[in-house]
Nanobody, 119 residues
Framework: HVQLVESGGGLVQAGGSLRLSCAAS????????MAWYRQAPGQQREWVAT???????LYADSVRGRFTISRDNAKNTLYLQMNSPKAEDTAVYYC?????????????WGQGTQVTVSS
């Protein structure tokens, strides 16, 4: 069983910075891709960024150049550095991992952390 716990959310001014963390329990962290998603009020959950096991990163167009995803496998922790946030980045942010083992698909989510950007 995998448990993901996000932290670091809060109120931040537009143009400031904030770093989110996601602590993962279990032994699968270093062997799986990890991702951040977000969900704004009244909106569908949307993908933000992914980091592969090899450290390659992918970003949604809306955050590319402002947000940085990273991971520390020794600490089983995923990060999202949010620089120059905008009001439209206000959302609940979730970390996620999806993988398959012996024909079974797994999809784990954290409980989310609220980020509010004031303009």
């Amino acid at each position: 069983h995998v448990q993901l716990v996000e932290s670091g959310g809060g109120l931040v001014q537009a143009g400031g910075s904030l770093r989110l963390s996601c602590a993962a329990s279990g032994s699968i962290f270093s062997s799986n891709n990890m991702a951040w998603y977000r969900q704004a009020p009244g909106q569908q959950r949307e993908w933000v960024a992914t980091i592969t096991t090899g450290g390659s990163t992918l970003y949604a167009d809306s955050v590319r150049g402002r947000f940085t995803i990273s991971r520390d496998n020794a600490k089983n922790t995923l990060y999202l550095q949010m620089n120059s946030p905008k009001a439209e980045d206000t959302a609940v942010y979730y970390c996620n991992t999806k993988f398959s083992r012996i024909g079974t698909r797994y999809d784990y989510w954290g409980q989310g952390t609220q980020v509010t950007v004031s303009s």
